[in-house]
C-alpha cells in the first residue's frame, strides 16, 4: 500500500551536518592538497589541457548528471509510464557520444583554446564570441540557480532546516572548494562524486523496488487504475513527442553549446576524447535511467507528490520506503550530483570570464596571469551570489532554461560549420543566429497562434529541422555525403505527414525550427562568399595566457593516460 500522506523519514538537523560536513569537508579537503601558492592561470581554466581517462570520464559523466537530470527524469517516469526514463536517459545518454567525433575537430584546429567562445573570435570576430559567452553566461547562472534550488528543496525535506538555509549551506559549500582551484578542484572531485553517484544508485533504487513491493506492483497498479494504456506501452508515442523527440533536439543544443562541456572537451588529453565520452556515456545513461524508474514505481503505487510538486517525488519515494541509513545514501547521492555540476557552472563562467572578457580583450602577450586567476575567483563569488538571489526570489526557471536551450539550437549549426567549412563568415553567423531567435520565440510561447499560412510556413521549417538535426548527428559519424542523403530523405519522407502534425507540438516545433532557419540563413549568406578561411590562424589566435613555467613543463614527465595529470603545467606551442 502507499504510504500514508506526510510519512516519511527525516535524518534531522544533525544528520543532515554531519552528512554534509562530511561530503563537503572532503571535497574541499581534495581541493586544497592540489592548490598551488601560485595558481596558474591556464591550469585554473583547463587543467593544462592533459587530464587523463580515469578523472576526465568521472568529471564528464558527473556533470552532465546534474540534479535537475534526476528530477525531470523521475518526472518523465511518473508523466509518461515506463518509457519516460527511457526517452529521456537514452537520448541524453547519445548526445555525450555525438560529442566526440566534433570534439576531435575542434581540438585540431585549437589544441590550446579555453572556451568555444575564444575560438569563435578566432574564427570570426566579437560579436559571434559574445553570442556565444553571454548565452552560456546566461545558462550557467540559470543552471547554478537550478541546482542550489534543488539542494535546499532536498535537505527542507529530509530535515527541519528551511529552504534558505538550505540553498546557503549548499551554494558555500561549493563555492569555497572550487574557489581554491578552480578547474583542477572541480575535475578532480568530480571523480569522487561519481563514484559515490553510481554506487548509491546501484543500492538506492533496487531498495525502493523491493520494499515498495517487488514486480507484483505492476500487476496491482495496472488493475487499480493508476496507468493508462499509453503510460504501460513501453513505445508509447506520446512519451516520444512530448519528451523524446524536444529532447533530442534540446540536448544536442547542449551538448554543442555548452561551456561546461566545451571546457572537459578542451582539458583531456586529445588522443583520449573517444574513449572518454563512450564511457561517460553509458555512466549517464545508465543512472539517469534507473533513477527514473523512482517516478515510474511512484505512477504504478498511485503515489500523489507532495505539495502537487512532481520535483518531489524523488526524495518522497526514498524517505517514504527507506531506513534511515539508505536516506542518507540517497541524500549523498543527489547532493553529489547537484555539487558535479554547480562546480563546473562557476569553473565555466571563471573561464568565459578569464579568456573571453578579460584575456582576448587586453591581448593573450599582455594577459596578467595573476590578474587573470583573480578575476576568475571573483567571478565565482559575483556568479554564487547571482545564483542565490534568483532562488530566493523564485524566478521561473523553466521559462529561463527554455530560452538558453532555444539560444543554443540557434548556434549549433553556425558553431560546427565554422569548425569545417572556410566560407562561413562573422556576418552569417551573427545574422543566422539572431533570424533564428526571432522565428523561435513566437513559436514555443505561442505569440502567433499556430493556424493558417503561419502554421504551414512553421510546420515547413519543422520539417526542414528534422533534417538538419539527423544531418548534423550523420555528419558527425560518417562525413558529409552520408549527412546530405541522411538529411534529404528525413526531409523528404516527413513532407506529406508533418504538415496539420507538428502545429500539435509546439515544444518540438520551436526547436526544430531554431535549427532549420540558422542553417538557411547561414548557408545562404555563405555559400557564395569569396572567404577562404585559413584554419591555422586559430592555433595562433588561441593558446596559453602563462607561460612563466614553460621551463618546467618541458621537463616534466608525460601522462601516460591512466592519470589526471592536475599538477602539469601547459606549454605554448
Same mark, same amino acid.
Given at each position: ?16 551536518? @554531519? ?7 572532503g ?6 592538497? !592540489?592548490?598551488r *601558492? ?17 578523472v ?14 534526476m528530477?525531470a527524469?523521475v ?32 581540438? *585540431? ?21 559574445l553570442m556565444l ?12 540557480t537550478?541546482n ?10 529530509l ?14 559549500g561549493?563555492l ?6 578552480g ?5 578532480l ?9 553510481l ?12 520494499v ?8 496491482e ?5 493508476? @496507468? ?9 508515442s ?5 519528451q ?6 534540446a540536448?544536442?543544443a ?5 561551456q ?6 578542451f ?21 539517469v535511467?534507473? @533513477? ?6 511512484a505512477?504504478?503505487?498511485?503515489i500523489s507528490?507532495?505539495?502537487g510538486?512532481v ?13 534511515? !541509513? ?15 555540476t ?6 565555466a563562467?571563471?573561464?568565459? @570570464? ?11 602577450? *599582455? ?26 526570489? *523564485?524566478?521561473n ?10 539560444l ?15 566560407k562561413?563568415?562573422?556576418s ?17 510561447f505561442?505569440?502567433?497562434?499556430l ?7 512553421v510546420e515547413?521549417l ?21 549527412a ?6 528525413a526531409?523528404?519522407?516527413l513532407l ?14 520551436g526547436?526544430?525550427?531554431?535549427y532549420?532557419?540558422s ?31 614553460e621551463?618546467?613543463?618541458?621537463s ?13 603545467v601547459?606549454?605554448?606551442d
Amino acid at each position: 500500500m502507499p504510504p500514508a500522506p506526510g510519512d516519511i523519514s527525516q535524518l534531522g538537523t544533525v544528520g543532515i551536518l @554531519v552528512l554534509l560536513l562530511l561530503f563537503y569537508g572532503g571535497t574541499m579537503w581534495m581541493s586544497v592538497t !592540489i592548490s598551488r *601558492k601560485k595558481e596558474n592561470a591556464d591550469g585554473y581554466m583547463t587543467a593544462g589541457n592533459r587530464i587523463g581517462f580515469g578523472v576526465s570520464a568521472a568529471s564528464m559523466t558527473a556533470t552532465w548528471i546534474w540534479a535537475s537530470s534526476m528530477y525531470a527524469s523521475v518526472t518523465a517516469g511518473y508523466t509518461y509510464g515506463v518509457s519516460g526514463p527511457i526517452h529521456y536517459g537514452l537520448w541524453g545518454a547519445l548526445m555525450i557520444l555525438f560529442i566526440y567525433p566534433f570534439g576531435k575537430r575542434i581540438r *585540431k584546429v585549437a589544441p590550446k583554446a579555453h572556451t568555444l567562445a575564444e575560438v569563435m573570435y578566432a574564427r570570426h570576430g566579437r560579436s559571434s564570441q559574445l553570442m556565444l559567452a553571454g548565452s552560456n553566461v546566461l545558462g550557467s547562472v540559470i543552471s547554478l540557480t537550478s541546482n542550489f534550488i534543488a539542494g535546499g528543496a532536498l535537505i527542507a525535506m529530509l530535515s527541519p532546516l528551511s529552504f534558505g538555509v538550505g540553498i546557503l549551506i549548499v551554494a558555500a559549500g561549493v563555492l569555497l572548494y572550487t574557489l581554491w582551484s578552480g578547474f583542477r578542484a572541480s575535475v578532480l572531485t568530480d571523480f569522487a562524486q561519481v563514484v559515490a553517484m553510481l554506487g548509491a544508485a546501484v543500492v538506492i533504487i533496487p531498495a525502493v523496488f523491493f520494499v515498495a513491493g517487488g514486480p507484483s506492483m505492476f500487476t496491482e497498479g495496472v488493475e487499480a487504475g493508476h @496507468v493508462t494504456p499509453e503510460q504501460g506501452n513501453f513505445f508509447s508515442s506520446d512519451a516520444f513527442m512530448n519528451q523524446g523527440a524536444p529532447y533530442i533536439a534540446a540536448v544536442l543544443a547542449y551538448a554543442i553549446g555548452n561551456q561546461t562541456i566545451a571546457q572537459r572537451l578542451f582539458a583531456v588529453r586529445e588522443d583520449l576524447i573517444k574513449p572518454t565520452f563512450i564511457t561517460a556515456t553509458i555512466g549517464y545513461g545508465g543512472t539517469v535511467i534507473g @533513477v527514473g524508474m523512482l517516478g515510474v514505481m511512484a505512477l504504478y503505487l498511485g503515489i500523489s507528490p507532495m505539495d502537487g510538486d512532481v520535483n518531489n517525488l524523488m526524495p518522497q519515494m526514498v524517505g517514504s520506503y527507506l531506513p534511515l !541509513i539508505l536516506v542518507a545514501i540517497a541524500f549523498v547521492m543527489i547532493i553529489g550530483s547537484l555539487s558535479s555540476t554547480a562546480d563546473s557552472d562557476l569553473s565555466a563562467l571563471s573561464s568565459i @570570464v578569464m579568456a573571453d572578457m578579460y584575456g582576448q580583450s587586453v591581448g593573450r602577450d *599582455k594577459a596578467n596571469p595573476r590578474t587573470m586567476v583573480l578575476i576568475g575567483r571573483l567571478t565565482m563569488i559575483v556568479a554564487t551570489g547571482a545564483a542565490l538571489y534568483f532562488a530566493t526570489a *523564485k524566478f521561473n526557471i523553466l521559462d529561463l532554461l527554455v530560452f538558453v536551450g532555444a539560444l543554443w539550437g540557434c548556434l549549433v549549426f553556425p558553431v560546427i560549420a565554422s569548425f569545417y567549412w572556410q566560407k562561413v563568415t562573422n556576418s552569417a553567423f551573427t545574422v543566422s543566429v539572431i533570424a533564428a531567435l526571432v522565428v523561435f520565440l513566437p513559436v514555443r510561447f505561442q505569440w502567433i497562434p499556430l493556424t493558417g499560412a503561419w502554421a504551414l510556413v512553421v510546420e515547413l521549417l519543422a520539417i526542414l529541422g528534422v533534417g538538419v538535426v539527423l544531418g548534423i548527428m550523420a555528419f558527425g559519424f560518417f562525413g558529409l555525403r552520408p549527412a546530405l542523403v541522411t538529411g534529404v530523405v528525413a526531409t523528404i519522407a516527413l513532407l506529406p505527414l508533418g504538415f496539420g502534425f507538428f502545429r500539435d507540438y509546439e515544444t518540438l516545433s520551436g526547436s526544430l525550427v531554431a535549427y532549420s532557419v540558422s542553417f538557411l540563413v547561414c548557408y545562404l549568406m555563405s555559400f557564395r562568399s569569396g572567404r577562404d578561411f585559413d584554419f591555422s590562424v586559430i592555433r595562433d589566435v588561441t593558446g596559453d595566457f602563462d607561460h612563466e613555467d614553460e621551463a618546467a613543463d618541458a621537463s616534466a614527465p608525460a601522462d601516460d593516460g591512466e592519470g589526471p595529470s592536475l599538477d602539469a603545467v601547459p606549454s605554448r606551442d
